[in-house]
């Protein structure tokens, strides 16, 4: 049976000069289009129940962009409980990854009662932020919760994250790890899970590896973009996107690229693996510590730069992954055109920053090749399964041994 939310193929295979790497993808990446003839509140109702992962994020970019092909405008109130559910999304997303696949990369056991403790403290924040349902309902007004609730549990999220992942407070980590030596201190101290994969990786010398020259996914003018995803061609564009006719990457890595700890660490490491395994500590780590100060960067909804053309909306946000961007095209009072651009695409483009990445690693034995991939697979984090083959060049063109 075919998955419905599809596969990434990602193969390589041992050329004379290195490797090479070709990534296919089944994923659907035209499944909104099914939005078409739909009213909006049905379209905001329905689209979240298609996506398993990141459900959180695909509401938000979807009643964005209704939103804005209608003229409505979010309230501040909203804005902030919005981009706080997202928030909390993310930091699970993370930790999924780190208490229960990092550790199977580190001959460790999975860290399974503590994320089922975070499932259950973000559920039970989930419910007290939107009690009623309604939050990412188009022209939603209000949004009340009881907020002495609200505070005591996410101090007690900020506990298990303190307990599960950093061994301090979020906020005392990043002050501690300002460069490579001290984020190697932290991980040779810590008894964490993911304290004990960058060990292994810092260890092995892996931390450079996988690196690539894909460009960072700019802030892409919303006209080019519109444009964009309504050309004729726009299904070539959501299945392989590229920004000025080159790929991109949009990641945990690329937003956090300025920060102090990531600037020294690619100054050294480039986008290698350290680099990237080290954005998402940082994701969990800045998201933490913003959302129990209250997140005030994000007390206002942002402004358009560019006036929207008549009855086109479109949504943007930080996903777990990456950049979401959903566009919406109505006819009235119902959807004509719905177009989702996912980071997965951008990150596992056959040309993107993945597939070159796996390309410049060292050409080993068929068992270290492999296990170096799945981490840097792993630390790109694809939103749907995977299956990695290697294969001999010469083998496939039935030559010789």
Not at 139 to 161: F, H, K, N, Q, Y
Request: glycine share 6%; with cysteine; hydrophobic share 45%.
């Amino acid at each position: 049976m075919s998955d419905p939310a599809g596969r990434l193929k990602i193969q390589l295979r041992r050329g004379r000069e290195g490797l090479l790497c070709d990534i296919q993808s089944t994923r659907p990446v035209k499944a909104a289009a099914t939005f078409a003839g739909r009213s909006a509140s049905q379209t905001a109702a329905m689209l979240p129940m298609l996506y398993s992962i990141c459900a959180k994020a695909q509401a938000f970019a979807c009643v964005g962009a209704l939103e804005s092909a209608t003229g409505m405008h979010a309230p501040a109130s909203v804005w902030r409980m919005r981009h706080l559910t997202v928030k909390l999304e993310t930091i699970r997303e993370h930790l999924w990854r780190m208490l229960l696949d990092w550790p199977r990369m580190a001959d460790a056991t999975p860290e399974q009662d503590g994320m089922s403790a975070i499932l259950q403290r973000v559920s039970q924040l989930f419910a007290l932020i939107d009690p009623q349902g309604c939050l990412f309902r188009p022209g939603t007004r209000e949004a009340t919760c009881d907020e002495r609730a609200l505070s005591l549990a996410i101090a007690e999220l900020e506990v298990l994250v303190s307990e599960l992942v950093f061994g301090c407070p979020a906020d005392a980590w990043i002050h501690r790890t300002a460069d490579r030596s001290s984020l190697a201190a932290w991980a040779e101290g810590a008894v964490t899970r993911p304290a004990r994969l960058l060990r292994a990786v810092q260890r092995s010398d892996t931390a450079a590896v996988g690196q690539s020259d894909v460009a960072a996914l700019p802030e892409m003018d919303q006209g080019r973009l519109i444009e964009r995803l309504l050309t004729p061609d726009y299904e070539d564009f959501l299945a392989q996107p590229s920004w000025d006719e080159a790929p991109r990457e949009t990641s945990p890595f690329t937003r956090n690229r300025h920060t102090e700890l990531l600037q020294a660490l690619s100054g050294a490491l480039g986008n290698g693996l350290l680099p990237r395994l080290t954005a998402q500590l940082l994701d969990v780590a800045r998201l933490t510590a913003e959302i129990r100060q209250g997140q005030p960067r994000d007390a206002e909804p942002p402004t358009a730069s560019t006036v929207l053309p008549p009855s086109i909306g479109l949504g943007r946000v930080e996903a777990a992954r990456g950049r979401l961007v959903h566009l919406v095209r109505l006819d009235g009072a119902r959807v004509l055109d719905y177009r989702i651009l996912a980071p997965t695409e951008w990150n596992f483009h056959p040309r993107g920053s993945l597939a070159k990445g796996l390309a410049a690693l060292p050409v080993t034995d068929d068992r270290h090749v492999r296990h170096l991939a799945e981490l840097l697979i792993m630390a790109t984090d694809p939103c749907v399964a995977y299956d990695l083959s290697l294969a001999n060049v010469a083998a496939d063109a039935g030559a010789g041994p």
